[in-house]
T-cell receptor, first 110, second 114 residues
Framework: LAKTTQPISMDSYEGQEVNITCSHNNIATNDYITWYQQFPSQGPRFIIQGYKTKVTNEVASLFIPADRKSSTLSLPRVSLSDTAVYYCLVGETGANNLFFGTGTRLTVIP | KAGVTQTPRYLIKTRGQQVTLSCSPISGHRSVSWYQQTPGQGLQFLFEYFSETQRNKGNFPGRFSGRQFSNSRSEMNVSTLELGDSALYLC?????????????FGPGTRLLVL
């Protein structure tokens, strides 16, 4: 499983767009990039998954450059309820393959 | 469709006791995995069950065991509890547990061992 590097923490004001970047220099050809969100004392929640270019859903966008050595999770107009830890996973995300690193603790400020 | 449910949500036990945690997967999901999450170690894989069989196992002592029933519901048991077993225990389900499938997590059971 490719190792990922994310900022430990980020602060943002309500209503702003937040971009969290994840570095994964050793990503393999078949690896997907997946982001999870976790609130305190709750299980991680799947946000978005992508392989290349751009993926968008109702919650977030995921930007992946051509070399795929990094990816950026974009959260539009964050609210206080978006305060959580965000994890970037690269590689297999099946039952015994998940590796959650330290994640990025996002704090949204009113 | 209902999500993954776990019971109980909170549990307090003392050293030496045993505990059983329960997980009901999303309807139609046959793969159930268990994870332990602690501040120091992060999220660690315990084991995975599929069709009532343990398919994969993480690096945990034999005090940690589990099983899966014919309706895909799963239980996890920890015997002879130690202080270090205090953690958030998470259950996740997916259709088949395949390598690129998304895992859907339950809310977790917070276990405190005194």
């Amino acid at each position: 499983l490719a190792k990922t590097t994310q900022p430990i923490s980020m602060d943002s004001y309500e209503g702003q767009e937040v971009n969290i970047t994840c570095s994964h220099n050793n990503i393999a050809t078949n690896d997907y990039i997946t982001w999870y969100q976790q609130f305190p004392s709750q299980g991680p929640r799947f946000i978005i998954q992508g392989y290349k270019t751009k993926v968008t859903n109702e919650v977030a966008s995921l930007f992946i450059p051509a070399d795929r050595k990094s990816s950026t999770l974009s959260l539009p107009r964050v609210s206080l309820s978006d305060t959580a830890v965000y994890y970037c996973l690269v590689g297999e995300t099946g039952a015994n393959n998940l590796f959650f690193g330290t994640g990025t603790r996002l704090t949204v400020i009113p | 469709k209902a999500g993954v449910t776990q019971t109980p949500r909170y549990l307090i036990k003392t050293r030496g006791q045993q505990v059983t945690l329960s997980c009901s997967p999303i309807s139609g999901h046959r793969s159930v995995s268990w994870y332990q999450q602690t501040p120091g170690q992060g999220l660690q894989f315990l084991f995975e069950y599929f069709s009532e069989t343990q398919r994969n196992k993480g690096n945990f002592p034999g005090r940690f065991s589990g099983r899966q029933f014919s309706n895909s519901r799963s239980e996890m048991n920890v015997s002879t509890l130690e202080l270090g077993d205090s953690a958030l225990y998470l259950c996740a389900s997916s259709f088949s547990g395949a390598s690129q499938e998304t895992q859907y997590f339950g809310p977790g059971t917070r276990l405190l061992v005194l």
